[in-house]
């Protein structure tokens, strides 16, 4: 008979066997032990939800997650979840979700990445809704394009309010500097440890977390990281962390950041801030209606637009970044 339970640290290996038969071949989460254990194994502790035959261990279905606190009642960001048809013919999908749910104690789950063609699946877990990511960006003045391609140039203006940006380079700088008390306000809430071990110490990307100096402190943060394409290069603005209001006053440094790093653009997939603090830092927000390509494939480089859907239980003032979940990790070994 087919189980539904919490995976355990020896089922690690099936499971990444089961990543690569039957999600994709050579996919990095099937085939690179030290990426599977970095995003979902703490202390032993393995998040991953599996349907297993009990009579010979054969997985029909899994779920991946990730807590994004370390205290009771947690958000999650969920990843990769995969059913098979099975002899008992049950929607092992749905059950894993419902097993999800009872079981987890979570207290709002968030999944970015889903397939718009799977929503009215998705919908059947507790009622969630789907959305996507609004896309921005903010050209880098008077360079040639190579990455995205620009069929329509405009850079917005923006003021000089004084803030400015302060690298972070260690977990250490981003605990003593950043009001942490501020940080802690979030929705979702990201722990300290969330962020140290998410950014601080990825085993293969090399992200870059900035301080926003405000008049008043450095009440907000984000993390990037650069993409590299042949010689040309763009900054990506992967998570957020503090006051909505404290973007507004960054595009003046962004136009340093990009000049100083050569970048050709800056963007950011993002959810819950309102345009119009985009709109005073300098983005763009690109619409269907944008005749630039801004890509959102890097490994391999496609040059083409993608929307990012999401979904969520609870989406009253919930924010949402591309940084979530796996949305933002390396797609080869």
Known sequence: MIQIRQAVY????????????HWKKGHIMGNDRTMFEFQHVRDGEVFYIIAEDDMDGKIYGAMGYIPMM?????????????????????????????????????????????????????????EATVDKLYHYYRLGKEREFRI???????????????????????????????????????????SPAY??????????????????????????????????????KI????????????????????????????YEYVDFYCYGIDEEIMKKAGFLLKTDNDSNIIPNYFDPFEQKNVEIYFCTWFKENIHVYRGFGDQDRPNHV
Request: net charge negative; proline share 4%.
């Open 148 to 190: 995205a391609q620009i069929n329509h140039y405009e850079v917005v203006s923006v003021q000089n309010t004084g803030s400015k940006l302060k690298p972070l380079p260690e977990f250490s700088d981003f605990v003593n500097q950043v009001d942490l008390e501020e940080i802690y306000k979030d929705y979702p809430r990201r």
């Open 70 to 126: 370390e205290q009771e009642w947690p958000c999650m960001s969920t990843v990769m979840v995969r059913s098979l048809k099975n002899p008992e013919g049950r929607m092992l999908g749905e059950e894993i979700a419902r097993y999800f749910e009872k079981n987890m104690q979570c207290y709002n789950l968030i999944s970015v990445g889903v397939e718009k063609r799977y929503a009215r699946t998705i919908k059947a877990l507790g």
């Open 10 to 21: 020896k089922d690690i290996p099936r499971i990444m066997n089961f990543i690569d038969e």
């Open 235 to 262: 900054l990506r603005i992967v998570d957020f962390f503090g006051r909505d209001d404290d973007l507004a006053g960054i595009g003046c440094e962004l136009d340093r950041i990009l000049l100083e790093g050569e």
């Open 195 to 232: 962020i140290e071990h998410r950014y601080y110490e990825h085993p293969y990307f090399n992200y870059k977390l900035w301080g926003i100096q405000s008049k008043d402190g450095m009440k907000s943060a984000f993390a990037s990281r650069e993409e590299v394409v042949g010689e040309a």
